[in-house]
């Protein structure tokens, strides 16, 4: 069976533009969250999604936008991009919100330069 | 509010011998707690969860932890290293009250040496 699987694995983008990141999850998982890691630290919660709507929103500007399909894939949307987002974008899912057995992609390595 | 501190930010042990991963939490409701590994170019995976169950949590490859709720402590250990076991581990906690989502301590990277 598939896993979460990411797309593109990396990317290069340079500050002030704009960037899509996209997610499969396993199949049957309704739900999808979205997590940011910046180098040597813990990944953290920008989003959660569920049937296609939003359940969480993690402390992030406005800049960040998320949508989930009725496939139940995801995108995550980052616009006016900065060297701080530079970082490991990880994508899990879960069959629930409730993110007891979170499965996660192997991430994309976006660069800002 | 909820909030993980992992107390080593590396660990080195040496093959064969015991590992511990230390972790303190802060939830104001009874949280569940997880260990995540992340090997290099690999995404996280689960070892382990602690749900308000049994507070000793057998993992996957031989890895356990204790939940202390008087020392708010969820510490990982496995009694025998071995040189697979090199990744950098995460604490992590979650809770219905914070939505589900979860909040990661700044992870402990783990050499182990032949």
């Known amino acids: 069976d598939a896993g979460v699987t990411q797309s593109p694995t990396h990317l290069i983008k340079t500050r002030g533009q704009q960037v899509t990141l996209r997610c499969s999850p396993i199949?049957?998982?309704?739900?999808v969250s979205w997590y940011q890691q910046v180098l040597g630290q813990g990944p953290q919660f920008i989003f959660q999604?569920?049937?296609?709507?939003?359940?969480g929103r993690g402390n992030f500007p406005d800049r960040f936008s998320a949508r989930q399909f009725p496939n139940y894939s995801s995108e995550l949307n980052v616009n006016a991009l900065l060297l701080g987002d530079s970082a490991l974008y990880l994508c899990a899912s879960s069959l629930d919100p409730r993110n007891e057995k979170l499965f996660f992609g192997s991430g994309t390595q976006l660069s800002v330069l | 509010a909820q909030s993980v501190t992992q107390l080593d930010s590396h660990v080195s042990v040496s093959e064969g011998t015991p590992v511990l991963l230390r972790c303190n939490y802060s939830?104001?409701?009874?949280?569940?707690l997880f260990w995540y590994v992340q090997h290099p170019n690999k995404g996280l995976q689960l070892l382990l969860k602690?749900?308000?169950?049994?507070?000793l949590v057998k993992g996957i490859n031989g890895f356990e932890a204790e939940f202390k709720k008087s020392e708010t402590s969820f510490h990982l250990t496995k009694p025998s290293a071995h040189m697979s076991d090199a990744a950098e581990y995460f604490c992590?906690?979650?809770?219905?009250?914070?939505?589900?989502?979860?909040?990661f301590g700044g992870g402990t990277r783990v050499l182990v040496k032949p």
């Open positions: 939830s104001s409701y009874s949280p569940s």
């Open positions: 602690y749900t308000s169950a049994a507070t």
């Open positions: 992590v906690v979650s809770g219905w009250a914070a939505g589900n989502k979860l909040t």
């Open positions: 999604y569920y049937e296609k709507e939003e359940r």
């Open positions: 199949s049957g998982h309704k739900s």
